[in-house]
């Protein structure tokens, strides 16, 4: 025998489940905020280019 319980044995089991449902659930978030980073970078890229555009067809 390995010298581990049946108890230990099971439990590790246990864990690795929750670990790896887990880190499911933390790239799902992840991706999430990273979606959401994106939309507000291309909002404040669209609102400044809308900008300087505005402020080009004052000038002229």
């Known amino acids: 025998m390995a010298g581990v319980s049946r108890f230990g044995h099971y439990g590790r089991l246990r864990a690795e489940q929750f670990r790896q449902a887990r880190e499911e659930q933390d790239m799902a978030d992840f991706q999430r905020i990273l979606e959401a980073c994106t939309r507000q ?20």
């Open 41 to 60: 970078i291309r909002s404040y890229i669209l609102s400044q280019s809308l900008e300087v555009d505005f402020v080009l067809e004052t000038v002229q």
